[in-house]
């Protein structure tokens, strides 16, 4: 699949015939060089950004063929996605940010689910606060609750430390893995960090929007 | 020394603005409008008034009919009197008076009210009469010739070379007018006019002692200078002291029509000025956001060592020059306007317009737009001496919350009071500027408190059981209610505008129920007046005895002019009871419905000194208490009485009512007519008046219905001229609303895009969006209807002195307009949120 994308100096081709698979409950880590692409294979995989070419196939579904509300459809049944900037809408608070995918998905108990989600990353005590009123590393973890809320079947987090110091970092990190660990997602890591990529079953690197390398873990490899 | 350092702050800071200016003037858009839409609205007013009323002094002359006038009541002048005023210039003789024209005689004949104009062979002194066909006005008139108003003839269906009848007098209609010089000089009246020579009434027995009829002298005097004016105006006082006269010259020749359009064109402006505050609410809010974003340029500023006055001084700067384009394109547009609309504003008045560039009316825009601009800028403009360097390396879209410091919050307390005290001073009428001005801020704190109100509210309900499981609802309330959202904005806006047309609303639905409910159910059929009193015994036979009618009054009339109240002039008091001609009665004991709430009635029978029953009210208002003078002047000759009793006399009730009403002995030998109301079933009307006319041709019926159709007519005038004030308002509350809307796009492109990825189909986001639009326009539109009906309620309570009912038609509107003028400003910026791809606004993000 390929995706160029028109931009004010002509139109910029980001992706160049990449082939990847990613097995259920797998953990992949996407790496490379700033600009390599690795954040818009991402949003491609989750529906966010369309191919110019190919097709992407989630759970036996065929995004490239789904318009934006069958989109979105399928992301709240299946998908949580987190991002280096958190986007949590600010007009709303922690527990409203946690709890609307679960109401937009028609989920009962919705707000119930969504105060236990934050228990679970250690913010039971802020459900009340607005974004603005939280740091960087708490609304990470508001934005981790929401993703993780609908219990989603694959799990996309594009640089969810990027933002955040280093041991804020690591917090967020153990709390991502956990998470998909407990509800037993796909995930699907975008990251700088050779650490984060450690941590993740397979390791696909991209150069100049291709597939550069693709490896299993050492330990995997040997098995 | 450098040269930076030699420039001092000030310079530094016109650097910095210059700079800053570069950078283009996205953003600003809503701001020029605002401010250009608000100057503009009130410079076009502005310079409409002061169009007509250079027209009227320019063509006072004309419309006077001479350089002068001195006006005899229920007379004319004596041969010495004529002689005084002869030797002042060339005399021009015509008498005024109400009548019936009618095209037969008898019963059978069909007849209207029409304004009587008895001239000489001078007429018109000044100006040309224009006839139709066309003809010399002497031909016109000569062998019993008349002149009727077109509408008159269509009434009447007749045509030039028709008989008609004044009175007892059979005239040959020759002609129409089709345009009279001196027109606009006479009150708007009821009856359209008729022209005869003056010596073709001679047998009509019209004018008879103690008829009701003006004598106007109008006096050429071409080479009078304004001083001469005042010079012989005095002499002319002097001259005729006791013979109860009027003089007007040419500057001014309609004090009435002078009088209306000052008062509506003040009125107009203070419409303007609520509009001018509406716009200051988005110049508010364009000047922060600017602030907002230039926050980091601030903080880096200050890092590089420039000062809090710098800062301030640069950005004031930069606003006062977008300021000063935002006033002159106001100023520009509302020049261009009144010439636009020069020949429709032209056809809808009486009078000439001298249309054109007036500076006054155009500065005081300007100044009502820069302290405007000063208000609403200078708060936002303030605190950018509080941003911290640190806010760099903080939360740098974090905006400071303090309070300005003290010389700014006085500078804008200076401000606000100049504006109120200009727009008093300007206006004319201070009272109802200062109540406008206060109505205004309480409905902008109301309109505030609305917001804070709406929101707190909207946070509640977010959390309720109500909003559980419905997203979209949700979603809106979060908007409306939690932070950085455009809820404050969108109130004050609309809300500010709603407020003014809800007024406008409820006053103009109270006064048409005051008029088209209230009054008929009690107001007698007709008025005659002229009754002779040899012909009242006749009269009241033919009347009394038609089955159909329920109820006669009647009362002795006499034209009077109110010289002095307790030993001081008329002039002195500014009162429409000592302005013109009064007409005042006489009776010998109280009537049946009279009311005396203080002093005593003269017994029946009394002959001592003159007394005087005065009206309550009108007497509060002139401070007159029992026992003080009074003196009028009945046809030439001055009587004095005391006020011995205090009447309630109800005007709104269409009955018979006099201010001033003598003891019989004192006025029952002065020439007088007889008044009478006659209430009668409205089929019975046609009837009655050819009964009574076909009687005694002199008396003149007055059909109250007509009368009320007039007011009411006028009243739809001005409620038409205030409804397009509110409507600048609420253009202006719109074009905020849309700026609102621009200005949330961003937040609202982003929210689209997480919803989206969280799984909110675009149904869900346009409904949340379009729910959050709603509730604000609701939220605005009940405050102004609360508003609205708080202000129609004072209006009517203090100033119209009627009932008032809350009107719900107009209220309802206006709340449904409200909700969909914000839906319609959301819906128009709802488009690109819901169409961008959530990765590319994702993205761009990080």
Known sequence: ?223 | MSAAAGRGWFGNAGTIARRELRGGLAGFRIFLLCLALGVAAIAAVGSVRVSITDGLAREGRILLGGDAEVEFGYRRADPGERAYLEGLGTVSEVVDFRSMVATGQGAEADRALTQVKAVDGLYPLTGEIELDPPMPIAEALADDGAILHPVLADRLALEPGDAIFLGTKRLTLRALVTREPDAGGASFGLGPRTIVATEALEGSGLIAEGSLFDTDYRIAMPDATDDDLDRLREATRAEFAEAGTRWRDRRNASPAVQRFVERIGSFLVLVGLAGLAVGGVGVSAAVRAYLDRKTEVIATLKTLGAEGRTIFAAYMMQIGVLALAGIAGGLILGTIIPLVAGPLIQSLLPVPVALGVHPLPLLEAAIYGALTALIFTLWPLARTEQVRAASLFRDATGSVRVWPRRRYLVTLAVAVAALIGLSAWLSGIPTLALWSAGGIVAALAALVLAAIGVRALARRLARTRLARGRPALRLALGAVGGPGGDATAVVLSLGLGLTVLAAVGQIDANMRAAIDRDLPAVAPSYFFIDIQPDQLPGFLETVEGDPAVSRVDTAPMLGAVVKSIGGRPAAEFDHWVTRGDRRISFADAPGSGTRIVAGEFWPEGYDGPPQISFAREEAEELGIALGDEVTVNVLGRDITGTVTSFREVDFSSGGIGFVIVFDAAALRGAPHTWLSTVYADPEAEARLLRAVAGDAPNITAIRVRDAIDLVTEALSALAAATSWGAGATLLTGFVVLVGAAAAGERGRIFEAAVLKTIGATRPTILASFALRSALLGAAAGIVAIAGGALAGWGIMRFVMEAPYAFEWVSATAIVLGGAVATLLAGLLFAWRPLATRPARVLRAQE
């Not at chain 1, 060089?33 to 529906?47: D, E």
């Not at chain 1, 600010?90 to 989600?117: H, I, K, S």
């Open chain 1, 1 to 223: 699949m390929s995706l160029s994308l028109a931009g004010n100096a002509g139109v910029v081709d980001i992706l160049h015939d990449i082939t990847l698979e990613v097995a259920a409950k797998d953990t992949l880590g996407l790496v490379g060089p700033s600009g390599s692409g690795k954040s818009s294979l991402l949003m491609l995989m989750g529906g966010l950004e369309r191919a110019t070419s190919g097709e992407v196939e989630a759970l036996g579904h065929d995004l490239t063929t789904m318009d934006e509300d069958a989109l979105a459809r399928f992301r709240r049944s299946h998908m949580g996605v987190v991002f280096q900037s958190f986007h949590l809408i600010p007009t709303m608070t922690a527990l409203e940010n946690v709890a609307t995918p679960l109401e937009l998905a028609g989920q009962a108990g919705a707000f119930d689910r969504a105060a236990a989600e934050l228990d679970a990353v250690g913010l039971g005590h802020r459900t009340g606060h607005y974004p603005a009123q939280m740091s960087g590393g708490e609304q990470q973890r508001v934005a981790l609750a929401r993703a993780a809320a609908p219990r989603p079947d694959i799990l996309l987090a594009d640089e969810p430390t990027g933002n955040l110091d280093q041991a804020t970092g690591e917090a967020i990190m153990d709390l991502l893995f956990g998470l998909r660990d407990r509800h037993g997602a796909t995930l699907v890591l975008v990251t700088h960090s050779p650490r984060l990529a450690d941590r993740c079953d397979r390791v696909v690197r991209l150069v100049d929007g291709r597939l550069d390398t693709d490896s299993r873990r050492a330990a995997e490899a040997a098995e």
